[in-house]
């Protein structure tokens, strides 16, 4: 071996001991990458809990099926039923009927009024006459067309109801305080659908209720003596 290669060979093993020492530096370069990029794609709640970035990011499919499900429940917004009415009754145990009832599929188009919408306001309508059955007949042709005529009709449906429902029962104490003949009482229970919302309204114990997968919910509250309100009323 001359020395010419002897240096050569001795400047290698240098170049060896530098790459050598470069290694472990390397490897502790990635190992500070590999910790960033951990803390990076991960989240801790306040309460300790880890969320993996990764995790929280949906992929195409589940991005496709989430616009699938938005668009149904957009679908059933939209959505508006289509209504079918029927009415029965019964006369029980009375001598004569006191009870009256009515069915209005398009309260606005019955009256002929105009109203800024396109979705018909459907009105039902039970009255339990007591005493006779002039206060019943009175409130089933004079309270629909006292809410349609309120200029708020049908915008503020629950204002609008409230405020016929005082309307008719003055107009029926005036017309019967002038004609003894038609002195009676009655009850009164209405439901208004206006799209997708129903608004029940009732002033005594008669009662609503809805049916839903053979499931009973009261849609009212009967005002008898025994409710604490009914009771300060009287």
């Not at 929280?56 to 508006?80: C, H, R, T, W």
């Not at 029980?92 to 306001?121: Q, R, W």
Request: with cysteine.
């Amino acid at each position: 071996m001359c020395v010419q290669d002897a240096d050569q060979d001795a400047q290698d093993m240098n170049n060896m001991d530098n790459t050598k020492k470069l290694w472990p530096l390397h490897g502790e370069l990635l190992l500070t990458q590999k910790e960033n990029l951990e803390k990076e794609s991960s989240l801790r709640t306040s309460s300790g809990e880890r969320i993996s970035i990764e995790n929280s990011f949906p992929d195409l499919e589940s991005i496709g099926e989430d616009a699938v499900v938005a668009d149904k429940k957009q679908n059933l917004m939209n959505y508006v039923p289509d209504l079918r009415s029927g009415e029965w009754s019964d006369i029980g145990e009375h001598p004569y009927m006191e009870d009256t009832h009515i069915c209005i599929g398009d309260l606005a188009k019955k009256f002929n009024c105009n109203i800024h919408s396109e979705e018909a306001v459907s009105f039902y309508g039970v009255f339990d006459g007591h005493g006779g059955k002039s206060a019943a007949q009175f409130v089933r042709d004079h309270l629909p067309r006292i809410i349609v005529e309120d200029v708020n009709f049908p915008l503020e449906l629950e204002k609008v109801v409230k405020r016929s429902f005082l309307e008719t029962d003055k107009a029926f104490a005036k017309t019967s305080s002038c004609e003894c003949s038609l002195s009676s009482r009655t009850t009164s229970l209405t439901a208004f659908i206006f799209g997708r919302s129903l608004l029940v309204a009732n002033a005594g114990d008669c009662r609503a209720v809805l049916s839903r997968h053979g499931r009973v919910i009261d849609m009212s509250k009967d005002h008898r003596p025994n409710c604490t309100k009914e009771r300060m009323r009287i």
